[in-house]
């Protein structure tokens, strides 16, 4: 792609930016000014749909669940998010780092004392404040915030990574959409799916945003007397937003990234003091059981929906998780595939599915089960009468009872602060993205104002009321868009298996045949294996035989009737050859330079033109549609590579033969 085409790639994208933009106007004014009619009408809305498509929600996430773990298991598990010879951006840390504290950071440090010891105080089934109670809050709590939960963000980012690098779709919900609707995706469709992304996640962020200071106005209230008024919980979002726009201002590799690396280390912290301060057998003790008992209940759990026992109880928890856990997964979702390119998909369902699973494990259990031995064995039925009646303050009064109890709600304040602050600078890049073609490298105030937009609204709502309104609009959303995500993850598993069909193709060894020269190929070969050439050299190769052969080949399947074109990229030293199969797959040929560190032992004189180049060598390399295929034809005849290119070509068509 060209400057030109980069830069026009990045402008905003009108149909979407606009009617986003409008619409979230509408929807404030009316939530603002008839806030009780809204709240009224969206939590009808939501009845409705939890008491007759309930069971829907549940088989939903049940497919999807199933659906991730099968991925990851199987041969698809081999294919990467972006081309066969692609590297992951980030290192394993600052990945998890990132992609957990856009996902549910800040809901650890809200109910991570908050929601077990509700579950015990009022269980589904049983009595309350018993033994049994506390293990029965344990595993609901754990099947709420585990695998179920991850799997929903994980197939959405899988599908939008797979189809974005993969395949070159641009980074936005409206290529999930590609199985289903092909090219019009670029069209009216397209637009509409994007907008509700960028109203999904406009909403979700902002209504969070408008709750969560709740949250650090009862903290620093706790601490230091701070008043929880109004205007606090304004300023603490203007504080949160402006740290906001100082992120998303540096970048995602600097701003997110190192905020996100910040939070993870202070979380690490925190629970280390908590264990090591509270009852540490017990807990370690617990952390296994839990665990057990969380996996070896999995499948009932599951799918079980109390259908033969009369209860609100579901709708107002599970399903309520999974309809929320929906609807924030085109946001989370789209960051995640940001943040995954490079990974095959086994390492990509590990990452995402165990490695935050296990980490919230931990953490429920170091501050859950704390919480409810508090409240069981050490007769502290307070923290339980301060749950029930404020769950902002769960943490700070848990915190309270450890020793240095204000530095660790010290701890809490900053580390609930920066949760707020990378998931609204990531709220506002995934939102500028949805808005200009799935490009992040867009001019600064195509970003601030994403960043402006979500507080305003936070504050807005947060003074006039409606942030339970739009919170129910937005749980509400996650029917019709589970519907548009089953269809979307049959698509994703039909491309998978074409994927598949195509590396099956590729899977024999590819040798050069005999050159017409006899002996003089093999010792052309083995010179430059041993002499490790230069760009120089690898350049002159491919404008002279490779380009020959290319043209030569284009001429004789052009005589064949088919559109054929070779492009030839000088400066940076690739040609490639590519045959057009109108709705079909096109073929493409490609020889690239590729630089590579030169072995230690080598003593090749380098030409004083090339000496800050002396540590490395060139390679000839071959790249097809799918990516690099790690093999050197430097040195190959022409009719070594003719023959080479008709070998691909010829399993090409052996593909496409599969696929029809």
């Given at each position: 792609?060209?400057?030109?085409?980069?830069?026009e790639?990045?402008?905003?994208?009108?149909?979407?930016?606009?009617?986003?933009?409008?619409?979230?106007?509408?929807?404030?004014?009316?939530?603002?000014?008839?806030?009780?009619?809204?709240?009224?009408?969206f939590?009808?809305?939501?009845?409705?749909?939890?008491?007759?498509?309930?069971?829907?929600?549940?088989?939903?996430?049940?497919?999807?669940?199933?659906?991730?773990?099968?991925?990851?298991?199987?041969?698809?598990?081999?294919i990467?998010?972006?081309?066969?010879?692609?590297?992951?951006?980030?290192?394993?840390?600052?990945?998890?780092?990132?992609?957990?504290?856009?996902?549910?950071?800040?809901g650890?440090?809200?109910?991570?004392?908050?929601?077990?010891?509700m579950?015990?105080?009022?269980?589904?089934?049983?009595?309350a404040?018993?033994?049994?109670?506390?293990r029965?809050?344990?595993?609901?709590?754990?099947?709420?915030?585990?695998?179920?939960?991850?799997?929903?963000?994980?197939?959405?980012?899988?599908?939008?990574?797979?189809?974005?690098?993969?395949?070159?779709?641009?980074?936005t919900?409206?290529?999930?959409?590609?199985?289903?609707?092909?090219?019009?995706?670029?069209?009216?469709?397209?637009?509409?799916?994007?907008?509700?992304?960028?109203?999904?996640?406009?909403?979700?962020?902002?209504?969070?945003?408008?709750?969560?200071?709740?949250?650090?106005?009862?903290?620093?209230?706790?601490?230091?007397?701070?008043?929880?008024?109004?205007?606090?919980?304004?300023?603490?979002?203007?504080?949160?937003?402006?740290?906001?726009?100082?992120?998303?201002?540096?970048?995602?590799?600097?701003?997110?990234?190192?905020?996100?690396?910040?939070?993870?280390?202070?979380?690490?912290?925190l629970?280390?003091?908590?264990?090591?301060?509270?009852?540490t057998?017990?807990?370690?003790?617990?952390?296994?059981?839990?665990?057990?008992?969380?996996?070896?209940?999995?499948?009932?759990?599951?799918?079980?929906?109390?259908?033969?026992?009369?209860?609100?109880?579901?709708?107002?928890?599970?399903?309520?998780?999974?309809?929320?856990?929906?609807?924030?997964?085109?946001?989370?979702?789209?960051?995640?595939?940001?943040?995954?390119?490079?990974?095959?998909?086994?390492?990509?369902?590990?990452?995402?599915?165990?490695?935050?699973?296990?980490?919230?494990?931990?953490?429920?259990?170091?501050?859950?089960?704390?919480?409810?031995?508090?409240?069981?064995?050490?007769?502290?039925?307070?923290?339980?009468?301060?749950?029930?009646?404020?769950?902002s303050?769960?943490?700070?009064?848990?915190?309270?009872q450890?020793?240095?109890?204000?530095?660790?709600?010290?701890?809490?304040?900053?580390?609930?602060?920066?949760?707020?602050?990378?998931?609204?600078?990531?709220?506002?890049?995934?939102?500028?993205?949805?808005?200009?073609?799935?490009?992040?490298?867009?001019?600064?105030?195509?970003?601030?104002?994403?960043v402006?937009?979500?507080?305003?609204?936070?504050?807005?709502?947060?003074?006039?009321?409606?942030?339970?309104?739009?919170?129910?609009?937005?749980?509400?959303?996650?029917?019709?868009?589970?519907?548009?995500?089953?269809m979307?993850?049959?698509?994703?598993?039909?491309?998978?298996?074409?994927?598949?069909?195509?590396?099956?193709?590729?899977?024999?060894?590819?040798?050069?045949?005999?050159?017409e020269?006899?002996?003089?190929?093999?010792?052309?070969?083995?010179?430059?294996?041993?002499?490790?050439?230069?760009?120089?050299?690898?350049?002159?190769?491919?404008?002279?035989?490779?380009?020959?052969?290319?043209?030569?080949?284009?001429?004789?399947?052009?005589?064949?009737?088919?559109?054929?074109?070779?492009?030839?990229?000088?400066?940076?030293?690739?040609?490639?050859l590519?045959?057009?199969?109108?709705?079909?797959?096109?073929?493409?040929?490609?020889?690239?330079?590729?630089s590579?560190?030169?072995?230690?032992?080598?003593?090749?004189?380098?030409?004083?033109?090339?000496?800050?180049?002396?540590?490395?060598?060139?390679?000839?390399?071959?790249?097809?549609?799918?990516?690099?295929?790690?093999?050197?034809?430097?040195?190959?005849?022409?009719?070594?590579?003719?023959?080479?290119?008709?070998?691909?070509?010829?399993?090409?068509?052996?593909?496409?033969?599969?696929?029809?």
């Amino acid at each position: 792609m060209s400057e030109v085409e980069k830069v026009e790639a990045a402008k905003l994208n009108p149909a979407v930016f606009f009617s986003a933009s409008g619409i979230i106007v509408l929807l404030l004014i009316y939530t603002s000014f008839m806030p009780e009619q809204a709240g009224s009408f969206f939590k009808t809305l939501q009845s409705l749909l939890v008491d007759n498509g309930g069971w829907f929600y549940i088989l939903t996430v049940a497919i999807l669940f199933i659906t991730v773990v099968f991925l990851g298991l199987s041969r698809y598990g081999e294919i990467k998010l972006g081309p066969d010879h692609s590297t992951p951006d980030y290192t394993d840390i600052t990945w998890f780092s990132m992609l957990f504290s856009a996902g549910m950071g800040i809901g650890l440090m809200f109910f991570g004392v908050a929601e077990p010891v509700m579950h015990f105080l009022a269980p589904p089934v049983g009595d309350a404040g018993t033994v049994e109670a506390a293990r029965e809050a344990m595993r609901i709590t754990f099947f709420h915030w585990g695998l179920h939960a991850w799997a929903i963000y994980a197939i959405v980012a899988l599908i939008l990574a797979f189809f974005s690098y993969r395949h070159g779709l641009p980074l936005t919900l409206r290529s999930a959409l590609y199985p289903l609707i092909g090219e019009k995706i670029y069209g009216p469709i397209g637009h509409a799916v994007d907008v509700f992304a960028v109203i999904g996640t406009v909403f979700g962020i902002a209504t969070s945003l408008g709750y969560g200071v709740l949250q650090m106005n009862t903290g620093l209230n706790y601490l230091f007397g701070i008043p929880v008024d109004t205007l606090s919980q304004s300023l603490l979002i203007l504080a949160v937003m402006s740290l906001a726009a100082v992120s998303v201002a540096t970048g995602l590799d600097k701003g997110i990234r190192r905020l996100s690396e910040l939070n993870m280390s202070l979380a690490v912290l925190l629970m280390l003091l908590v264990l090591v301060l509270g009852s540490t057998v017990f807990l370690l003790q617990a952390m296994i059981q839990n665990a057990g008992a969380y996996l070896s209940d999995i499948i009932s759990a599951t799918f079980n929906l109390y259908a033969y026992k009369k209860t609100d109880w579901i709708g107002g928890w599970t399903i309520f998780y999974w309809a929320w856990w929906l609807a924030w997964a085109p946001f989370v979702g789209l960051f995640i595939a940001r943040v995954s390119r490079g990974r095959s998909i086994r390492q990509f369902v590990i990452g995402v599915l165990f490695v935050p699973v296990g980490f919230s494990m931990i953490w429920f259990t170091v501050f859950g089960n704390s919480a409810i031995d508090m409240i069981l064995n050490q007769g502290l039925s307070s923290l339980g009468d301060q749950v029930s009646s404020d769950v902002s303050l769960a943490l700070f009064v848990f915190l309270n009872q450890f020793p240095f109890g204000s530095v660790l709600s010290g701890i809490a304040i900053v580390m609930v602060i920066i949760f707020f602050v990378t998931s609204a600078d990531s709220g506002a890049l995934v939102t500028n993205m949805l808005c200009s073609n799935g490009r992040d490298d867009t001019p600064m105030w195509q970003r601030m104002y994403w960043v402006v937009a979500i507080g305003l609204i936070a504050v807005i709502l947060l003074i006039v009321g409606g942030l339970g309104a739009l919170q129910t609009m937005t749980i509400a959303s996650a029917m019709p868009f589970s519907i548009v995500l089953l269809m979307t993850t049959y698509g994703l598993i039909k491309a998978l298996r074409v994927d598949i069909a195509k590396r099956d193709s590729l899977l024999s060894n590819v040798y050069p045949v005999p050159s017409e020269n006899g002996d003089s190929s093999w010792k052309d070969r083995l010179h430059n294996i041993v002499d490790y050439p230069s760009r120089s050299a690898v350049g002159r190769y491919i404008q002279t035989v490779v380009s020959s052969a290319f043209n030569d080949v284009a001429k004789e399947l052009k005589e064949q009737d088919l559109i054929v074109e070779v492009e030839n990229e000088k400066d940076l030293d690739r040609i490639r050859l590519i045959v057009r199969h109108g709705e079909e797959i096109d073929f493409i040929y490609e020889v690239r330079s590729r630089s590579h560190l030169r072995p230690e032992f080598t003593q090749e004189e380098i030409p004083s033109d090339e000496m800050d180049e002396s540590a490395h060598y060139y390679r000839a390399e071959i790249h097809l549609r799918e990516g690099g295929q790690d093999y050197d034809v430097m040195g190959w005849s022409k009719t070594a590579i003719i023959n080479d290119i008709i070998d691909h070509y010829h399993k090409h068509m052996h593909f496409l033969h599969v696929l029809r």
